[in-house]
């Protein structure tokens, strides 16, 4: 029941009374404003002072353990789990495998870096502290005004921030912004528990996988190449590889032999987590660090405080994380095999490119137990990492490639599902220029035509669609993260990749920062899906420094049932002023069925800068189809034409190397065309679209 104030009843009287004169009508207001038991005042001006006095003798504070209970935070951690939360954490423990045995025996294996692996494990094992951010005063440079700070009432308890329940990191979690659109029932319900063996490759077999490696268009001559870095599941091979004095392969020994201890520098960048996880920003000696807050240079405390994201593991820094730092902590625990690229000081090695080789094999390098029905059932995962850096004034171009070396029609009963956790970082020192090129080819071809219903009238054979359902490389999960750091005063990054892979599940997620002036990063990116695939494609571009620009170009191609998605994230510090940033994503959508998401956004702090970014999703033209096939194209043939010219502005960019640019069938065109040959349109869309462009 609401209580109006005395003076609120004689304002009604005074207006129904005609009879008052205007003096009366003002002396009555002058007396007004008095408080309800509401603590609401209608009227002009502020009430009496007695009655201010009496309201605050009302505010009595409650005492902790006389007026309410304090709770036990610690029974309440796990309150808010769902059932496909509980899921996520349990499927995350199997990939972790044994972590409740801490003795020393087998440290090598459990811990293939040393103490780079543990100390990662011990983070990931360490729940979040449930704690609330302190009550700041207006004197203290990182005070909030009070409605930027949420309070808890002192007798609710205190919850840690949604995935970070059970461990130190984010897991995923079904309904968080960095997992929304992806297949995460599907990813949760395989089992990738498994480790490949490591005596895979033998010297016999030498000739017979260059062979393969050479039809597959991934083999550099040893006058090629500046070096060669192969790794077969997850294993590297020396007999394939090339290696230099600052490019070569890092193994157990290199991390737990005293003798041949690393640098700091190269620990430091193993240990290193995106999403905010690392806080302290990279830098070089002698160039000033970006900010100072507490006498340390921290990703939480830039544009603060009120613009900054804060602590890694606070919900408003979640929400713009890509739900890559528990994966990245997982590759360095279970690595096996660092691929190292040194690139010292004015060097220039862009005219001879690095190579870098992922390759499968079916069986992911596990023997098939048939006697053992639940072990035959689960998967294998592999880990790969890159590390390059870049010296100062360097020029490089590296070549980085994921394939299958067995074809797919090979042996099923050999088939294992596989889950690729790859993690690549690039830093860039003062005036270094590096050029990644960056091919995503596993997981076979997905099954043409699944868009089309009753394509046979044989009711006998199988349907694409049943077809697509049983195939192998659907149950695989491409997971790749690449994390590029331009730490020097002028350094640029150009940067094609193409996911053009056949694999069920993929993402790739790519950061960029820029922390000193002059730095230049240029993103061109190609994803082609089809059959029941789904792929993510994350990006996020971070200005730092004053004076940085970035161009980011993403055309994505979706057919048959396959489902796309683009999320491109542009931030610009406080402090970044005098930057241009350009996004660009562009989606033709093949089919009825497919699906695309295309979310390019932008976080601006400061107001002198220049920025961009826009998103299109469209069909092939009508009109484009109308010239060809009036000059002599059949329909099949102008589509797959008009997909191509589609694609060419990505291929171009790729390292002329790796194009190949004969007619054989192990040239990038071949293959690429072969893919496409699969997507294509069959017959008229059903729903057409007013916007139809290439």
């Given at each position: 029941m609401v209580y109006f104030s005395s003076s609120l009843v004689s304002l009604f009287i005074l207006l129904s009374n005609t009879n008052n004169n205007v003096s009366s009508f003002t002396t009555n207001i002058k007396r007004s404003s008095t408080f309800t038991p509401l603590h609401m005042s209608f009227g002009l001006g502020p009430g009496e002072q007695v009655e201010e006095e009496s309201i605050a003798s009302e505010k009595v504070e409650k005492i902790a353990g006389i007026d309410y209970e304090i709770p036990d935070h610690e029974l309440y951690r796990k309150s808010r789990l769902t059932k496909i939360d509980e899921k996520a954490d349990d499927w995350f423990a199997t990939l972790l495998g044994n972590t409740d045995d801490n003795s020393d025996e087998n440290k090598d294996v459990r811990y293939p870096l040393g103490d780079v692996s543990k100390n990662i494990m011990k983070r990931i094992l360490t729940p979040v502290v449930l704690q609330e951010d302190p009550i700041r005063s207006e004197?203290?440079?990182?005070?909030?005004?009070?409605?930027?700070?949420?309070?808890?009432?002192?007798?609710?308890?205190?919850?840690?921030?949604?995935?970070?329940?059970?461990?130190?990191?984010v897991v995923p979690r079904r309904n968080a912004e960095a997992w929304r659109h992806y297949d995460l029932p599907g990813l949760l319900a395989t089992d990738y528990s498994l480790d490949p063996t490591s005596d895979t490759i033998l010297i016999d077999d030498v000739d017979k996988y260059k062979v393969i490696l050479q039809k597959k268009g991934y083999w550099l001559n040893d006058e090629q190449c500046t070096a060669r870095l192969i790794c077969i599941n997850g294993q590297h091979s020396p007999s394939l590889s090339k290696t230099t004095d600052t490019m070569y392969n890092l193994q157990s020994s290199d991390f737990t032999n005293n003798d041949n201890k690393l640098r700091d520098e190269i620990v430091t960048c193993l240990e290193h987590l995106p999403d905010g996880y690392t806080d302290e920003l990279p830098t070089e000696d002698g160039q000033k660090d970006i900010v100072e807050v507490g006498g340390s240079n921290k990703l939480s405390k830039l544009s603060g405080p009120n613009h900054n994201v804060g602590n890694a593991t606070t919900q408003f820094a979640i929400n713009n994380q890509q739900g890559t730092a528990i994966f990245a902590a997982l590759n360095t625990v279970k690595t096996k095999n660092v691929a190292l690229v040194d690139i010292p000081n004015d060097t220039t090695c862009d005219d001879l490119p690095i190579l870098v080789v992922n390759a499968w094999t079916n069986n992911g390098g596990i023997e098939v137990d048939n006697s053992d029905e639940e072990e035959e059932q689960k998967g294998v995962a592999i880990h790969p990492r890159l590390l390059v850096l870049g010296g100062k004034r360097s020029k490089s171009s590296i070549i980085q490639g994921t394939i299958d070396l067995d074809d797919e029609d090979g042996d099923d009963a050999k088939t294992r599902p596989k889950f690729y956790n790859g993690y690549t970082q690039l830093y860039l020192r003062e005036g270094s220029k590096l050029s990644h090129s960056y091919l995503e080819e596993s997981g076979g071809y997905p099954t043409p035509k699944v868009e089309v219903r009753n394509v046979d009238a044989d009711q006998n054979s199988p349907t694409p669609q049943e077809i697509e359902s049983q195939r192998p490389a659907l149950q695989n999960t491409h997971f790749d993260i690449i994390d590029?750091?331009?730490?020097?005063?002028?350094?640029?990054?150009?940067?094609?990749?193409?996911?053009?892979?056949?694999?069920?599940?993929?993402?790739?997620?790519?950061?960029?920062?820029?922390?000193?002036?002059?730095?230049?990063?240029?993103?061109?990116?190609?994803?082609?899906?089809?059959?029941?695939?789904?792929?993510?494609?994350?990006?996020?571009i971070h200005h730092i420094s004053p004076n940085t620009q970035s161009t980011q170009i993403q055309k994505n191609m979706v057919g048959g049932r396959a489902t796309t998605l683009f999320k491109g994230r542009i931030r610009i510090e406080e402090k970044a002023t005098g930057s241009d940033s350009e996004q660009l994503s562009r989606t033709i959508l093949l089919s009825d069925t497919s699906k695309v998401w295309a979310i390019p956004s932008l976080e601006i702090v400061p107001?002198?800068?220049?920025?961009?970014?826009?998103?299109?999703?469209?069909?092939?033209?009508?009109?484009?189809?109308?010239?060809?096939?009036?000059?002599?194209?059949?329909?099949?043939?102008?589509?797959?034409?008009?997909?191509q010219a589609f694609l060419q502005e990505c291929t171009t960019k790729i390292a002329p190397e790796i194009l190949m640019n004969d007619e054989g069938e192990s040239s990038l065109s071949s293959r690429l065309g072969k893919r496409l040959q699969g997507l294509i349109p069959q017959g008229d869309r059903k729903y057409k679209s007013n916007y139809q462009s290439v």
């Open positions: 004197d203290d440079p990182e005070w909030k005004p009070p409605a930027w700070t949420p309070r808890r009432l002192p007798w609710n308890p205190i919850l840690p921030a949604y995935g970070l329940e059970t461990y130190g990191i590029v750091h331009t730490t020097g005063v002028n350094a640029t990054y150009d940067h094609t990749c193409l996911g053009v892979g056949g694999n069920g599940r993929s993402r790739i997620s790519m950061c960029t920062s820029m922390y000193q002036d002059g730095c230049n990063v240029n993103l061109n990116g190609f994803s082609l899906a089809g059959g029941a695939q789904r792929s993510d494609i994350r990006t996020t107001s002198e800068i220049k920025c961009s970014h826009g998103a299109t999703v469209s069909d092939l033209s009508d009109e484009e189809l109308f010239y060809l096939r009036s000059r002599g194209f059949d329909r099949l043939a102008a589509r797959k034409l008009l997909m």
